[in-house]
């Protein structure tokens, strides 16, 4: 090692690999895998995620997070977790895209022995996200974007993919980074509904809605790909080809230029949140679902927003 090289605030061992600005830690490469393992375990103690026996959905896209999740769970599991894991995939059905991440959501599942579920917007919904998509665009209608379409049809797939397999709980990997660009997206919008339910494990609201848990919110998403990139972690690494599309990413950009010149601001939002969570509570209480005069599925209303949707597609 370098006479000059700095060494590892936690081993004392090793040369510093990383430098964590908001808390000041400088950590060798083996360091802060552990690091983030631990925060992940910490967080789900926190919120108190996972209970005994129960059986959890892991939501993997085959991007960088949800892969970098599965493994850290699938060895928690190992470990004698008190939870067993399946995975379940979301075929939007998105051409020259999609199907790269299957394989490799199908090859980290084989590899890790995680049972592996798929659920198809075709076969759910009777249409591709692509067939959507194009006919929105034939008849001229562009007031919602391809993301919008493709968020609410994903939560639902995503709740009847982890009924199909019989889970307690789905567990998504939302990262610190997603977190707080939702809370300000709806701080924006003045949605108070939306803003009360953004939580690290969401209510029990209806018995066809599973319970979701984010074992991610308080890890940034450039260390939870550092962690994919020190664990050789195979993920897909090109973006969607509707993500340009996305207000989401104005408030990435905002956040992250926030981020650089104020260390710690994404951590500020998830915990103002957090603070502001009793005077919340009222709103959230006030939450009613019944279920959907068409698809029986829980909805807010007489039609659910997925039927809306679809009525407008066909």
């Known amino acids: 090692m370098n006479a000059t090289s700095e060494i590892c605030s936690a081993c004392k061992r090793r040369e510093v690999f990383f430098h964590r600005p908001c808390s000041g830690q400088r950590l060798c490469k083996k360091c802060f895998v552990e690091s983030i393992e631990a925060k992940v375990r910490a967080t789900i103690a926190k919120y108190d995620m996972l209970s005994f026996n129960e059986r959890v959905a892991v939501a993997v896209s085959g991007g960088k997070d949800s892969v970098s999740l599965l493994h850290i769970l699938a060895k ?69 974007t391809a993301c919008a ?13 982890a009924r199909e397999v019989g889970a307690d709980k789905i567990a998504t990997a939302h990262t610190l980074d997603d977190e707080a660009q939702t809370i300000l997206m709806n701080i924006f919008r003045g949605d108070l509904g939306r803003l009360a339910k953004e939580k690290p494990v969401t209510d029990e609201v209806h ?6 848990i984010k074992p991610f919110c308080e890890i940034p998403e450039k260390e939870s790909a550092l962690y994919a990139y020190l664990k050789k972690v195979k993920f897909q690494a090109s973006p969607c080809p509707y993500a340009s599309e996305a207000l989401r990413n104005d408030f990435r950009s905002m956040l992250n230029r926030m981020e650089e ?10 915990n103002s949140l957090e603070r502001l969570r009793p005077a919340l509570k009222e709103v959230g209480e006030n939450r009613h679902f019944e279920e959907c005069v068409e698809c029986g599925e829980p909805s807010s209303g007489g039609l659910c927003k997925v039927c809306e949707l679809l009525k407008q597609v066909r």
Do not use: W
């Open 76 to 144: 928690m599991e190992r470990a004698r977790s008190k939870a067993s894991f399946t995975a379940v995939t979301v075929d939007e059905g998105i051409n020259d895209y999609r199907g790269e991440a299957l394989e490799i959501a199908a090859a980290e599942c084989r590899k890790l022995c995680v049972p592996h579920h798929v659920v198809s917007f075709k076969r759910l919904f009777g249409f591709t996200l692509d067939d959507i998509v194009k006919r929105k665009r034939q008849i001229g209608d562009c007031k919602l």
């Open 149 to 161: 379409y493709c968020g609410i049809l994903r939560r639902r797939a995503l709740n009847v993919a």
């Open 207 to 212: 018995p066809k809605l599973v319970r979701k």
């Open 261 to 270: 010149k104020h260390s710690g601001t994404m951590f500020t939002v998830f």
